[in-house]
């Protein structure tokens, strides 16, 4: 067990719906990462925030959108949906001088 | 542009012996490098990891080098056991030289351990 908390641990939702994934870092860890993991990709460095503030953006897609709130969960909000934002959405978390990052157990989104 | 490759897609070897997964990247501004182990519907697992000034850290079965001017490293697991079956993913990050620790990941090398 990482520490690191994800929910929901499946979602399908249909095409142009909402979603939005959570994620709960490891006790006293800072930053937030989202990651996202295609059917014939690798990992996929989507944003970060570190205290509530972003601290990264990587290839995300404008249609997403994240938050770090005071107590430090994050979630990423994915809108307009469509088939291809089917994936494994992964929070990771770390904390202090560590640049080792923990990942969560991640939601598997399907867009029907 | 993928910046960390794995060429290797999948690997097998037999319980006991030495299993050797292999990395290069392309980026020398890549200054932290990082291990993940991954079985199916779990999220990846942190192994190890080294910094650019060393070239080898030990964590109990597993070692991992780092080859700067070939910009190549490998993890070396020994001896390999059944239970090391999973998926090994590469993560390079440019952590000491950029204000983010964000992880730029290989393709992944499924690794099968054959009893």
């Known amino acids: 067990d990482s520490g690191v908390t994800q929910t929901p641990k499946h979602l399908i939702t249909a095409t142009g719906q909402r979603v939005t994934l959570r994620c709960s870092p490891r006790s006293g860890d800072l930053s937030v990462y989202w990651y996202q993991q295609s059917l014939d990709q690798g990992l996929q460095f989507l944003i970060q925030y570190y205290n509530g503030e972003e601290r990264a953006k990587g290839n995300i897609l404008e249609r997403f959108s994240a938050q770090q709130f005071p107590d430090l969960h994050s979630e990423l909000n994915l809108s307009s949906l469509e088939l291809g934002d089917s994936a494994l959405y992964f929070c990771a978390s770390s904390g202090g001088t560590s640049y080792e990052q923990y990942f969560g157990p991640g939601t598997r989104l399907t867009v029907t | 542009d993928q910046q960390v490759k794995q060429n290797s897609p999948s690997l097998s070897v037999q319980e006991g012996r030495i299993s050797i997964l292999n990395c290069d990247y392309t980026?020398?501004?890549?200054?932290?490098f990082l291990w993940y182990k991954k079985y199916p519907a779990e999220g990846p697992t942190f192994l190890i990891s080294i910094s650019s000034i060393k070239d080898k850290n030990e964590d109990g079965r597993f070692t991992v080098f780092l080859n700067k001017s070939a910009k190549h490293l490998s993890l070396h697991i020994v001896p390999s056991q059944p239970g090391d079956s999973a998926v090994y993913f590469c993560a390079a990050s440019r952590g000491y030289s950029s204000n983010t620790g964000k992880l730029i990941f290989g393709q992944g090398t499924t690794l099968q351990v054959k009893p």
């Open positions: 980026n020398s501004m890549f200054d932290y």
